[in-house]
């Protein structure tokens, strides 16, 4: 086994242009297939999710997730500001997740045909990789109460230097102490506000929810949540983040889009405040790569049903929409 990639490809019936995501790594290549092919009218859009290719590196992983997808047939035009919102690092982080499924379904076939080493190397390579992807999301996300206690240990040590300072009349070092203060105390601000969003999130939509976007107007399935905006700087200025009646400190959303309207866009990041639930009209047909391994299939109300693993990740319970009590996804759990 000797590498991973992943390729799409967006086709009309003339022609075909190919939308690559490589999420790259070094040391475990586990090949796997996966063909999705929609049609609407005069287009065809087919996806074909070739490889993947992960590596670990020591403490490091390193992963890069490139998009380039177009309709290749009457497709110009369709750029829009709804772009600002697509998030490579929210479509790599659905692609890690699947290649943990892939591993955990290695393990398992190793294990029914008694290839024992096979599996115990596998599963050292998962452990390693979910270890990992764990102290990513640390970092990405933050951990909002140990910075919390940091920011307020910060502005305790340069009180007292401050206070230092003017007792020994060094009134330079005293206003530059001041200056650092006033920042130190607008962080610890925006650091609590982050704490007391993840201590106190209540998400207005569920995974597998269709919804659509106010300002946009595009259809999505929600896919991901996170308490607060957890995509860089650069991103949040794109995005225009700042200019959101909550900024930041709100839910935000790993939304797959339709790829009728755009499949160039196809995972976007969005504000809660910028989201409204699917009417009933708005269910309909809906296709994206992504759906077949994210959900079971859809419920009595139209929207689809995650895969349990993907409601452990977000520590989200089982939804039943009426008339679906007796319905079995596999899991008796909630």
């Known amino acids: 086994m000797q590498g991973i990639s992943i390729c799409g490809s967006v086709a009309s019936p003339h022609g075909a242009n190919c939308r690559r995501a490589c999420v790259a790594r070094n040391s475990l290549r586990l090949p796997y297939e996966i ?7 005069a287009y065809s859009c087919h996806w074909h999710m070739h490889k993947l290719h992960i590596n670990t590196n020591g403490r490091r992983m390193n992963a890069t997730v490139r998009t380039n997808a177009r309709w290749l047939f009457g497709g ?28 955990q379904t290695r393990i398992q076939y190793a294990l029914n045909i008694e290839q024992f080493d096979v599996a115990k190397q596998l599963r050292e390579k998962l452990t390693e990789i979910e270890t ?40 330079a070092l005293a206003a ?24 106190n999130v209540k998400y207005a939509f569920r995974l597998g929810q269709k919804v659509r976007h106010k300002v946009h107007g595009y259809r999505g399935v929600i896919c991901g949540m996170d308490p607060v905006c957890c995509e860089s700087k650069s991103w949040m200025e794109t995005a225009n983040v700042e200019k ?25 990041y969005v504000a809660e405040e910028n989201l409204s639930a699917a009417e009933e009209s708005e269910k ?48 008796t759990s909630s």
């Not at 709804?82 to 690092?89: D, F, G, N, P, V």
């Not at 920042?183 to 201590?199: F, I, R």
Request: aromatic share 10%.
């Open 35 to 41: 063909n999705n092919a929609v049609s609407h009218g």
């Open 76 to 103: 110009e035009g369709r750029s829009s500001d709804a772009r600002l919102e697509r998030s490579e690092s929210a479509n790599e982080d659905i692609l890690i997740f699947y290649f943990q499924m892939d591993l």
């Open 132 to 171: 990992e992807i764990i102290r990513q999301c640390e970092a990405r996300r933050g951990s909002s109460k140990t910075e919390a206690q940091d920011k307020a240990l910060d502005l305790l040590r340069v009180r007292a230097d401050l206070q230092k300072a003017i007792d020994s009349e060094n009134y």
């Open 176 to 199: 530059g102490l001041r200056d650092e203060i006033a920042k130190l105390e607008a962080e610890s601000l925006a650091v609590s506000a982050k704490a007391l969003a993840y201590q």
């Open 244 to 268: 959101l009646s909550k900024g930041p400190n709100q839910p935000f959303y790993q939304v797959l889009v339709d790829v009728y309207v755009d499949p160039e866009l196809l995972v976007a």
């Open 284 to 331: 309909g047909r809906f296709d994206h790569p992504y759906i077949e391994f994210l959900f079971y299939g859809e419920d009595t109300a139209g929207d689809f049903i995650p895969i349990k693993q993907l409601r452990e990740k977000y520590d989200q319970p089982r939804y039943e929409a009426s008339g679906d009590e007796n319905d079995d996804d596999g899991d």
